[in-house]
């Protein structure tokens, strides 16, 4: 664990503060399709991600999700971060995008760490404010992109986040991410082929404008 937790954040963190975190946290490796973190559900741990990628995904009151952002490696949800604080209960669900391997520290830690060291408020500040221009990024896209702009763009967005070309998803699970139907998503997903910026294979697509 110390050398992950060093290699990710020890450009953040001073010595105390990495070995405080290493004292508490529960190292895990999640594979990917996992929930983490549901609606509804009272939060008792905030992760630390050391590899991989989640997802962040709101839902309506019919049931259908729409995602908000992803986290990488060296992130964390300032959303969590949120809930924890004020002992509210998880507005968000969180889904492993790619196996994840992370930590999970026990929201009993926040406020002690947030009083005790400037390096944790600042990373906490930062992780606001990340998660703040991600969102205001995706209702710029709700409100003024097409269709098929948003689905080159999810596309494009989830090749980065897994360093990877090749996206292994399906049809109905970009549809339930972007909140529209499967018939819809697989017209504009062979648009886009026809116009040479993804190839389509089984379960598989590759980004080509990337």
Known sequence: MNEKLNQHYGHLFEESLLSEIESVGHQKKIAQGTVIMDIGKTLTHMPLLFE??????REDDKGDELLLYFLESGDTCAMTFSCCMGQHKSEIR???ESDTELLMIPV????VWMAKYQSWRQFILDSYHTRMMELLETVDTLAFMRMDERLLKHLQ???KVNHDEVIQTTHQEIAYDLNTS??????????????DKIEMYRNQIKVLAL
């Open 182 to 195: 499967r018939v819809v998503i697989s017209r504009l997903l062979k648009k886009l082929e026809n116009e």
């Open 108 to 111: 009993s830690q926040m406020e």
């Open 52 to 57: 991989g990628a989640i997802k962040i995904l």
């Open 94 to 96: 969180a889904v492993v």
């Open 157 to 159: 967005d989830k090749a």
